[in-house]
T-cell receptor
Framework: DGGITQSPKYLFRKEGQNVTLSCEQN?????MYWYRQDPGQGLRLIYY???????QKGDIAEGYSVSREKKESFPLTVTSAQKNPTAFYLC????????????FGPGTRLTVL | GNSVTQMEGPVTLSEEAFLTINCTYT??????LFWYVQYPGEGLQLLLK?????DKGSNKGFEATYRKETTSFHLEKGSVQVSDSAVYFC??????????FGTGTKLQVIP
């Protein structure tokens, strides 16, 4: 079955540590996205990528980094510079245009201890 | 910039009640409009979409009509079920390949 997988489902980290969230898709989509979801704030865009080896900052990129070395994969690193990293992180993909439907993974809940 | 405003929740309804969740969007350009649904602990999934003015999106008994004159895309369902309990997000497409989401409206349907 085609879809998007994110791992792990739950992640705990200590303050000052970097952590990488995985996102893989087998939908052959060009574009991939990372969102952060906090209660009452909806979804906020962290980074997006329209093509391999290229990505753009979203609205809240500070303290995060990404790579896009393969079409299928778009990992997100939450660095120690992110002041308030505890949140639910969602990865999504679509064919290319913002008018296309986005397909979401199941999400990773990150908790900083 | 682009924005989407939707009614705050939570919305609590009895089973078989009529549902309306209001959504308005900024009128820049010619956006596509979406409703996504999120069940507890999961990612979002598309519920319906409309790509131009006066289009009606529909799925699973839910409907929404793209109203350019009122910049609205209200979600409706004639008879809700307990299984419809979820968070509903209105969204619009925009520039630079980005999609703008509303803050979400939580719906709780009680038997």
């Amino acid at each position: 079955d085609g879809g998007i997988t994110q791992s792990p489902k739950y992640l705990f980290r200590k303050e000052g540590q970097n952590v990488t969230l995985s996102c893989e898709q087998n939908l052959n989509h060009d574009a991939m996205y990372w969102y952060r979801q906090d209660p009452g704030q909806g979804l906020r865009l962290i980074y997006y990528s329209q093509i391999v080896n290229d990505f753009q900052k979203g609205d809240i990129a500070e303290g995060y980094s990404v790579s896009r070395e393969k079409k299928e994969s778009f990992p997100l690193t939450v660095t120690s510079a992110q002041k308030n990293p505890t949140a639910f992180y969602l990865c999504a993909s679509n064919q290319r245009e913002s008018t296309d439907t986005q397909y979401f993974g199941p999400g990773t809940r990150l908790t900083v201890l | 910039g682009n924005s989407v405003t939707q009614m705050e929740g939570p919305v609590t309804l009895s089973e078989e009640a009529f549902l309306t969740i209001n959504c308005t969007y900024t009128a820049t350009g010619y956006p596509s409009l979406f409703w996504y649904v999120q069940y507890p602990g999961e990612g979002l999934q598309l519920l319906l979409k409309a790509t131009k003015a006066d289009d009606k999106g529909s799925n699973k008994g839910f409907e929404a009509t793209y109203r350019k004159e009122t910049t609205s895309f209200h979600l409706e369902k004639g008879s809700v079920q307990v299984s419809d309990s979820a968070v509903y997000f209105c969204a619009r497409s925009g520039g630079y390949q980005k999609v703008t989401f509303g803050t979400g409206t939580k719906l709780q349907v009680i038997p």
